[in-house]
């Protein structure tokens, strides 16, 4: 149980285009998903955090315009990069967690480069 | 306030031979930990957790990990490390309530030699 998709694995798009990711609890229900961002040989960097049918809460130095993340449902978290530049090209990965217990529960992540 | 460090950035082992992860951690209160490990562009798998229970967690893998209030230390350990094992492991502390946000130590690259 507490499986989490990503679509998709990977995305190459051309710089100012926008590009969405989706982030789905498959076999739970997801009281809050968190948005992470990966840079090659380091760790992993909170983005957002966000409840189902509540705006996301940004961490300090995020661009809330930029990565829009949309949380419509129990089971389904989008994040959205407007007007993508070569500099958003990372490894991104999503996380939920259930209405009990602290754990977090992981997607497979999505790399997205950007020409 | 809470911070995890993990004190090595990379540890090399011989297959075969135990293997030593270590974490330190600060936290106000009784927090929860994780050890997760990360292949090459492959997501976060768990392999133990401690929610204030046994403070000898056994995972997956072979892995345990002890919780040490004491020293505020949460090292992970395998007997015998296996190719396999070649990862990034990171260290993960998280509030008991709240934003249940994780907090995350810095990875340690393990190779496993043959």
């Known amino acids: 149980g507490a499986v989490v998709s990503q679509h998709p694995s990977w995305v190459i798009c051309k710089s100012g285009t926008s590009v969405k990711i989706e982030c789905r609890s498959l076999?739970?229900?997801?009281?809050?998903m968190f948005w992470y961002r990966q840079f090659p040989k380091q760790s992993l960097m909170l983005m957002a955090t966000s409840n189902e049918g509540s705006k996301a809460t940004y961490e300090q130095g995020v661009e809330k315009d930029k990565f829009l993340i949309n949380h419509a449902s129990l089971t389904l978290s989008t994040l959205t990069v407007t007007s993508a530049h070569p500099e958003d090209s990372s490894f991104y990965i999503c996380?939920?967690?259930?209405?009990?217990?602290?754990?977090?529960?992981f997607g497979p992540g999505t790399r997205l480069t950007v020409l | 306030a809470q911070s995890v460090t993990q004190l090595d950035s990379h540890v090399s082992v011989s297959e075969g031979t135990p293997v030593l992860l270590r974490c330190n951690y600060s936290?106000?209160?009784?927090?929860?930990l994780f050890w997760y490990v990360q292949h090459p562009n492959k997501g976060l798998q768990l392999l133990l957790k401690?929610?204030?229970?046994?403070?000898l967690v056994k995972g997956i893998n072979g892995f345990e990990a002890e919780f040490k209030k004491s020293e505020t230390s949460f090292h992970l350990t395998k007997p015998s490390a296996h190719m396999s094992d070649a990862a990034e492991y990171f260290c993960?502390?998280?509030?008991?309530?709240?934003?249940?946000?994780?907090?995350f130590g810095t990875g340690t690259r393990l190779k496993v030699l043959a």
């Open positions: 936290s106000s209160y009784s927090p929860s």
């Open positions: 401690y929610t204030s229970a046994a403070t």
């Open positions: 076999d739970f229900q997801a009281t809050t």
């Open positions: 993960v502390v998280s509030p008991a309530s709240g934003t249940y946000k994780y907090i």
């Open positions: 996380s939920a967690r259930g209405a009990s217990g602290t754990e977090q529960f």
